[in-house]
């Protein structure tokens, strides 16, 4: 077997990085609070209301994480537009004859785990896959149900105008009932989108050992010479 | 009940005539203004209004209910609410309080349509049935659709009295055999005010009604049609238990010491942080108490699909399409155990499928770590 080169190139810029830790972080702790709300322990205490506010500061916890959350969201869609190729809207664009003969490549090798005998170098994906951007673009449109069900129940014990504007999803489904157990089904989906993501990552670090676990910290990915131009300008950044 | 011959008083005139005090007259104005949540300032335009006003007929159908909503608004705060307002001057048709019965009945109704043609306000108790033909439900030979289009298409202002106008209530659970249906589903084009709750409160009622006929004007409504004035706040808003809620100390069972304590009832079931009524500042009876003054969870009666929205006691988010006793977090859990038993399955799977591959890499990894150049 012939050996390869690869060439070190920044993938996921630092503010694609830092939206995705602050999300991680946000997930996890709106899902921890978001079930402490929704089914609070019994506390062993003897503390009179007046001296206890620990139900309080989760939903404050909650509450202001979601803000947190929403600006990360704008961050990330801000930078969709100014970011690299692999930030940029155009990677998460579904509808494209190439888009499509990469998802049934990514469903047929890496989902069905077939195996080719000719691998195509170029069927490898450098960002994101096709099947990710899917999955991406429906977890960016649940995280717009959270947003709008989570800010319209928040809307009404506030004064500012930002958790106003989603007022109307409670009249959309009729009533806070509805929008609370719609708010509390798709946090499920948000949990199950972790466990795949986090599997999948690890898969892909373990079968292309391309660095795929260690881009998102550093941002680099490792990438076949042969499918980079003019590779034998860059020889300091090559490695074997 | 005022016979439609009469002259158009004034409902000042009106309750002089029936024996009330001016010194009445004040105080009733007064409470009204404080029902409707306004300023002390405000009693002196309600108190005029009244003397000028003529008064307004008021058309009140029954369908589709249990009476709890004209229970509820006799026993309103102040004698006249009932008396004067409903009862002896302004009600030209109600099949419950009236004391003209069959063909007189709906001879009053049909001579007030006519007469009062948009200017009479139309109450409507009760959901309208428009399974089979709407036959489930018929008033002197009309279904109770036909009855309600007829007596809309004049009025000025429809009010939805309670859950069943308003929502459906308990006749449209699920599957709902007579279909249920309120009345804003079926009248489009007239302005509806919707008051929920099974039954509202009185003083609610009547605040809704006086704005009405003092101000000739909508009261300033919400998104689903519900006065701000009552509906803008969730009971859980203005509750005295909520402390406990902040606190983060709640009743677990009804017979626990936590319970006899007063905290939150939030783990029992009680819906209060999802329901907007004024149950915790308004009360009922009079003012003596509400639901979870009593220690019984708010239910939502005031809320759309409050009785299909899973169990009283108990707080779970319960799944559409799924048996009684799964809720969200159930489902969740099993769904999360099978994913994640798939993707085990799947890791052992791609380490078999893909092993020449591996072994390759591997191997060469191998071979590289030999020729490194110390």
Known sequence: MEAKKFIRVMVWELPVRIFHWINVLCIIVLSITGFLIANPPALLSNAEATNLHSFGIVRFIHFATAYLFLFNMILRIYWSFVGNQFASWRAFWPFSKKNWNNFWHVVKIDLMLFNEDHPNVKDISIGHNSVATLSYIIMFFLAFVQIATGFALYADTSSWWLPKLFSWVI????????????HHITMWTFI??????????FYHDWLDGRGEVSSMIGGFKFVREDRIKHHEEIPSESKK | MSTNNEKRKTYYESIIKHGYSRRDFMKFSTYMAAFMGLENSMVGQIAQSLENTPRLPVIWEHYQECTCCSESFIRSNHPIVADIILDRISLDYTLTLMAASGHQAE?????????????????VEGSIPLGDDGNYCCIAGKSAKESFLEAAEGAKVIIAWGSCASNGCVQAAKPNPTEATPIHKIVKNKPIIRVPGCPPIGEVMAGIIMHVVAFGRLPKLDRLGRPKAFYGKRVHDSCYRRPYYDAGLFAETFDDQNAKNGYCLYKVG???????????????NNGVSYPIQSGHGCIGCSEENFWDNGPFYERTTRMPGFAVESNADTIGKVAAGVLAGGIAVHAVAANISKRKELMDRINRGKD???????
Request: glycine share 8%; net charge positive; hydrophobic share 35%.
């Open chain 2, 270 to 284: 009680c819906k209060g942080p999802m329901t907007y009524n004024s149950c915790g500042t308004i009360k009922w």
């Open chain 1, 171 to 182: 009249p959309l489904f009729g009533g806070d009932f509805i929008v609370r157990t719609i």
């Open chain 2, 368 to 374: 590289n770590e030999k020729n490194i150049e110390s």
């Open chain 1, 192 to 201: 199950f989108f972790s466990l795949v993501h986090i599997y999948l990552v």
């Open chain 2, 107 to 123: 001879a009053a109704k049909q001579e007030t349509m006519k007469k009062y043609h948009g200017e009479y306000i139309l109450c």
